[in-house]
């Protein structure tokens, strides 16, 4: 089943406790990109990346970091979590540039930052 | 102003309506479009895309507007299985790095 997936699916943590949330796909997807949603706010983008080895800053990348070192996974990771960063995370992946092409989205982590 | 704008609702529409709404989008320069529908505490799905000329898709028609900026979902005939959040994508243009700018999304909700 083609599909994207997103470990753990919930985690509370406390403050500058390092955490990595993992993503994989098994689409064979070049883009892969990390969202982060919040009341009221739409999706905004933490990361991007065009391919292995390639990634760019979204509009929110403060406090975040990613690597692309194979095609199927593309971890997030808070080096040092805050209560700001309390948030739901969305994983994406699509088959080409992400403004043409359908995003397939991982279910979501819910992530508490105590 | 928000680069993409939608009314949040929730609408409430009875089963079997025809509900419509709207969504704006600030960059002239944008070119892809899109309606996502998004269940509650589940993942965004693509509903549609939006194209120049309209497009229908079953019960549901998207069109474009760009001389006002804006898209629009039409539902007819509404199940309640279409109770939802619905979220608007806009291709950010150049300023953005054509990446994609999403809106906050209108809740609807169809009652029996």
């Known amino acids: 089943e083609a599909q994207v997936t997103q470990n753990p699916r919930y985690l509370i943590t406390v403050t500058g406790k390092k955490l990595t949330v993992t993503c994989s796909q098994n689409?064979?997807?070049?883009?892969m990109s990390w969202y982060r949603q919040d009341p009221g706010l739409g999706l905004r983008q933490i990361y991007y990346?065009?391919?292995?080895?390639?990634?760019d800053k979204g509009d929110v990348p403060e406090g975040y970091k990613v690597s692309r070192k194979e095609k199927r996974n593309f971890p997030l990771i808070l080096e040092s979590p805050s209560p700001n960063q309390t948030s739901l995370y969305f994983c994406?992946?699509?088959?080409?540039?992400?403004?043409?092409?359908?995003?397939?989205f991982g279910p979501g982590t819910r992530l508490t930052v105590l | 102003r928000k680069e993409v704008e939608q009314d949040p609702g929730p609408f409430n529409v009875p089963e079997g309506a025809t509900v419509a709404f709207n969504c704006t989008y600030s960059?002239?320069?944008?070119?892809?479009f899109f309606w996502y529908r998004q269940d509650c505490r589940k993942e965004p799905k693509l509903l549609m895309s939006?194209?120049?000329?309209?497009n229908e898709d079953g019960r549901f028609t998207a069109q474009l507007n760009r001389a006002s900026q804006y898209i629009s979902l039409l539902i007819r005939d509404s199940k309640l299985s279409d109770s939802a959040t619905y979220l608007c994508?806009?291709?950010?243009?150049?300023?953005?790095?054509?990446?994609?700018?999403w809106g906050a999304g209108t809740k609807l909700i169809i009652k029996p």
């Open positions: 990346s065009m391919n292995v080895e390639v990634t």
């Open positions: 994406a992946s699509s088959s080409g540039l992400a403004v043409s092409n359908e995003q397939f």
């Open positions: 994508v806009v291709n950010g243009g150049r300023s953005s790095n054509y990446q994609l700018i």
């Open positions: 689409m064979n997807h070049e883009y």
């Open positions: 939006v194209y120049s000329s309209g």
């Open positions: 960059n002239s320069a944008s070119q892809s």
